[in-house]
């Protein structure tokens, strides 16, 4: 991260619109965003963020590929 640069937090939307490809234009959108922001280092998660995004998952999801286990293995 270059000193001075500002910090973004994600919040659980991005991550969910990044990693659904059902969610279309959000989906490609989000993903570079998170990817953007990854390679910067400037990304702030809080823990709350990812529990809420791992519940949306494993738990509201459709997609028989989001499980638990899934989540632990990534």
């Given at each position: 991260m270059t000193p001075g640069a500002a910090r973004e937090f994600l919040d659980t939307n991005i991550l969910v619109y990044a990693y659904e490809p059902d969610a279309a234009d959000r989906h490609m959108t989000a993903r570079g965003l998170v990817s953007r922001l990854g390679e910067?280092?400037?990304?702030v998660i809080?823990?709350?963020v990812l529990q809420e995004f791992h519940v949306t998952m494993t738990r509201?999801?459709?997609h028989a590929a989001y499980t638990p286990e899934f989540a632990r293995a990534r």
């Amino acid at each position: 991260m270059t000193p001075g640069a500002a910090r973004e937090f994600l919040d659980t939307n991005i991550l969910v619109y990044a990693y659904e490809p059902d969610a279309a234009d959000r989906h490609m959108t989000a993903r570079g965003l998170v990817s953007r922001l990854g390679e910067s280092r400037r990304a702030v998660i809080s823990v709350q963020v990812l529990q809420e995004f791992h519940v949306t998952m494993t738990r509201k999801m459709t997609h028989a590929a989001y499980t638990p286990e899934f989540a632990r293995a990534r």
